[in-house]
């Protein structure tokens, strides 16, 4: 098998289901060193175990992305480990309550998805991108979503916290990518994980949102996460900044 990534460093935040599952694994299976983060310990070691299975290298790291010394301690776990940072998939985060108009979302709940979604990609960020400019070369995907790029009833944090990651991607990559380092971000649309389960297992429910989708399905995490391993390549060396949907042509 084509290993692109043999020996390199790839650190997922958000790395023990879903998304950030599915890009671990895909890491993984492409040769790279890959350290987990989240902040179910259960299930970050049950993913670890999926990828040793696969002879892969891993190692899980317990953090909570909305604390500032969880993130730096992350990143040293993983820079001691491995001896270094390549790519960095900035993928955890949380939806908050759905359906609750922005005059009645309680601040408590703005606060939390704001930390976690949007304060914790920036926090990710600054500890990562030194260790990426020793090396003079890195990869960083934040995980934004559809609703960075449109609004709805989702709630009024979440399209808050994640046009913000939108912006914290371009300006990021506007600064750095003269120091080699690229930064984008990938928007998926609905996509088939334990998280969104309750909406893609309600038949008339999901049955109604896919005519919204040209493809006729909901996206799947390894939809995701090839997206990731094609923007990590060195075949989109000269992308950088962008917000790149995956949605079956949703926003058409």
Same mark, same amino acid.
Request: proline share 5%; net charge neutral; aromatic share 8%.
């Given at each position: 098998?084509?290993?692109?990534?043999?020996?390199?460093?790839?650190?997922?935040?958000?790395?023990?289901?879903?998304?950030?599952?599915?890009?671990?694994?895909?890491?993984?299976?492409?040769?790279?060193?890959?350290?987990?983060?989240?902040?179910?310990?259960?299930?970050?070691?049950?993913?670890?175990?999926?990828?040793?299975?696969?002879?892969?290298?891993?190692?899980?790291?317990?953090?909570?992305?909305?604390?500032?010394?969880?993130?730096?301690?992350?990143?040293?776990?993983?820079?001691?480990?491995? !001896?270094?940072?390549?790519? %960095? @998939?900035?993928? $955890?985060? /949380?939806?908050? &309550?759905?359906?609750? *108009?922005?005059?009645?979302?309680?601040?408590?709940?703005?606060?939390?998805?704001?930390?976690?979604?949007?304060?914790?990609?920036?926090?990710?960020?600054?500890?990562?991108?030194?260790?990426?400019?020793?090396?003079?070369?890195?990869?960083?995907?934040?995980?934004?979503?559809?609703?960075?790029?449109?609004?709805?009833?989702?709630?009024?944090?979440?399209?808050?916290?994640?046009?913000?990651?939108?912006?914290?991607?371009?300006?990021?990559?506007?600064?750095?990518?003269?120091? !080699?380092?690229?930064?984008? %971000? @990938?928007?998926? $649309?609905? /996509?088939?994980? &334990?998280?969104?389960? *309750?909406?893609?297992?309600?038949?008339?429910?999901?049955?109604?949102?896919?005519?919204?989708?040209?493809?006729?399905?909901?996206?799947?995490?390894?939809?995701?996460?090839?997206?990731?391993?094609?923007?990590?390549?060195?075949?989109?060396?000269?992308?950088?900044?962008?917000?790149?949907?995956?949605?079956?042509?949703?926003?058409?």
């Amino acid at each position: 098998m084509n290993k692109p990534f043999e020996s390199k460093v790839a650190l997922v935040t958000g790395g023990n289901a879903g998304i950030g599952l599915a890009v671990a694994l895909a890491f993984a299976e492409k040769g790279a060193h890959v350290a987990i983060s989240a902040r179910r310990k259960s299930e970050g070691e049950e993913a670890i175990a999926r990828i040793k299975e696969l002879g892969g290298e891993a190692q899980f790291i317990q953090a909570d992305v909305g604390k500032t010394a969880d993130v730096k301690r992350m990143i040293e776990a993983c820079v001691d480990t491995y !001896g270094g940072l390549d790519y %960095a @998939v900035n993928n $955890a985060g /949380i939806s908050g &309550p759905g359906l609750v *108009p922005t005059a009645d979302y309680p601040e408590e709940d703005w606060d939390s998805v704001i930390n976690v979604n949007l304060k914790g990609v920036f926090t990710c960020m600054k500890f990562q991108i030194p260790e990426m400019l020793k090396r003079k070369k890195g990869v960083i995907i934040n995980t934004s979503s559809i609703s960075g790029l449109r609004g709805g009833p989702i709630g009024v944090a979440y399209y808050a916290s994640k046009h913000g990651v939108i912006g914290a991607t371009k300006a990021a990559a506007f600064e750095y990518a003269s120091q !080699g380092i690229r930064v984008n %971000a @990938v928007c998926p $649309a609905m /996509i088939e994980t &334990p998280m969104t389960e *309750p909406l893609t297992t309600n038949e008339a429910f999901a049955a109604s949102l896919k005519m919204k989708y040209p493809t006729g399905r909901f996206g799947r995490p390894e939809d995701v996460a090839a997206t990731v391993m094609w923007l990590c390549s060195d075949e989109a060396s000269f992308i950088t900044g962008h917000a790149h949907p995956v949605d079956g042509g949703y926003l058409i």
